[in-house]
């Protein structure tokens, strides 16, 4: 059983919107700090954003190119983490992925790929007109 699955992607238009969801079901999201990733065909894989476990404001961005575009949530209920990702650029076709650590800050931006406990399958998002 995969211990993160993602949804939530699709195809949709440049300029539009989607949330992606990362749910577990073997474990509670609220003492995982949370981060979002993606990689595009032939591209190394790209750190977006992260939310800490110990405050749902607490966030890192990893990534530049989606700076007031994308934002990360918790969903505590739903033991989800959301990533809502508006204004979207066929740039941002990717496959999108999240990963979880137990009770450890978000990664440093030098080092987001490192010291995740568990990783998703991805979702694929193609922003195509």
């Known amino acids: 059983q995969v211990p993160l699955v993602e949804s939530g992607g699709g195809l949709v238009q440049p300029g539009g919107s989607l949330r992606l969801s990362c749910t577990a079901s073997?474990?509670?999201?609220?003492?995982?700090?949370v981060a979002w990733y993606r990689q595009a065909p032939g591209k190394q894989r790209e750190g977006l954003l992260c939310?800490?476990?110990?405050?749902?404001?607490?966030?890192?961005n990893y990534a530049d190119s989606v700076k007031g575009r994308f934002t990360i949530s918790r969903d505590n209920a739903k033991n989800a983490v959301h990533l809502q990702m508006n204004s979207l650029k066929p740039e941002d076709t990717a496959e999108y992925f999240c990963?979880?650590?137990?009770?450890?800050?978000?990664?440093?931006?030098?080092?987001?790929?490192?010291?995740?406990?568990?990783w998703g399958k991805g979702t694929l998002v193609t922003v195509s007109s």
């Open positions: 073997r474990f509670t999201l609220d003492v995982y700090s």
């Open positions: 939310i800490s476990y110990e405050n749902e404001n607490d966030t890192t």
């Open positions: 990963a979880a650590r137990h009770t450890r800050p978000c990664p440093l931006p030098t080092h987001y790929i490192y010291g995740m406990d568990y």
